[in-house]
């Protein structure tokens, strides 16, 4: 990578000859294999792109904070969505800048189950306190993360006949949850 400039400059009385070695800075390539999709909940990973040089560290971007951010050089799951991680690598005096290399990321919602808890009423009873139980929260979020609450209800009144009754729960709302319902 040297190139060599011959230069040669006169005043019209001398002549005079210059000789210049220039180094060229050397390419280096990224290799970024696609990111997995992965779901809402998964433990921060590093992010598997490899250079041609490796004495220039790699960095990452995430184009939706939304979706994905970088923590430490990994990938940090924030909630469901897509979002592209860009992997880049600066030059140097030795190095040209890396062609930035993009992979798109899907950030699938993570399961949640809401079921309806069994109640038991006595007959003439004004009202029954419906509750239920969920299983599949991730990343510390709780009922009240919920953008709505879910819904239960029951054909039970206080002048139904004794016997089993359906208790239903639906209509909860979260963009980083599939939600399924459990009566």
């Given at each position: 990578?040297?190139?060599?400039?011959?230069?040669?400059?006169?005043?019209?009385?001398?002549?005079?000859?210059?000789?210049?070695?220039?180094?060229?800075?050397?390419?280096?390539?990224?290799?970024?294999?696609?990111?997995?999709?992965?779901?809402?909940?998964?433990?921060?990973?590093?992010?598997?792109?490899?250079?041609?040089?490796?004495?220039?560290?790699?960095?990452?971007?995430?184009?939706?904070?939304?979706?994905?951010?970088?923590?430490?050089?990994?990938?940090?799951?924030?909630?469901?969505?897509?979002?592209?991680?860009?992997?880049?690598?600066?030059?140097?005096?030795?190095?040209?800048?890396?062609?930035q290399?993009?992979?798109?990321?899907?950030?699938?919602?993570?399961?949640?189950?809401?079921?309806?808890?069994?109640?038991?009423?006595?007959?003439?009873?004004?009202?029954?306190?419906?509750?239920?139980?969920?299983s599949?929260?991730?990343?510390?979020?709780?009922?009240?993360?919920?953008?709505?609450?879910?819904?239960?209800?029951?054909?039970?009144?206080?002048t139904?006949?004794?016997?089993?009754?359906?208790?239903?729960?639906?209509?909860?709302?979260?963009?980083?949850?599939?939600i399924?319902y459990?009566?």
């Amino acid at each position: 990578n040297v190139v060599t400039i011959v230069v040669t400059a006169q005043d019209g009385v001398t002549v005079q000859t210059y000789t210049l070695n220039v180094t060229r800075a050397a390419t280096q390539t990224i290799s970024f294999a696609s990111t997995n999709n992965v779901s809402y909940g998964t433990a921060d990973y590093t992010p598997a792109a490899s250079s041609t040089n490796n004495t220039i560290p790699i960095t990452y971007t995430s184009s939706n904070s939304a979706v994905a951010t970088i923590v430490s050089g990994n990938i940090h799951i924030v909630g469901a969505g897509t979002t592209n991680i860009t992997a880049s690598q600066s030059g140097n005096i030795n190095y040209d800048p890396a062609t930035q290399v993009v992979q798109a990321l899907t950030v699938s919602p993570a399961a949640l189950t809401i079921t309806a808890a069994n109640q038991n009423a006595t007959y003439g009873a004004v009202t029954i306190a419906l509750t239920d139980n969920f299983s599949g929260f991730v990343n510390g979020d709780t009922q009240s993360s919920l953008t709505t609450q879910p819904t239960l209800q029951t054909t039970a009144t206080a002048t139904s006949a004794t016997g089993t009754y359906p208790i239903t729960v639906s209509g909860a709302v979260d963009p980083n949850y599939a939600i399924t319902y459990i009566a």
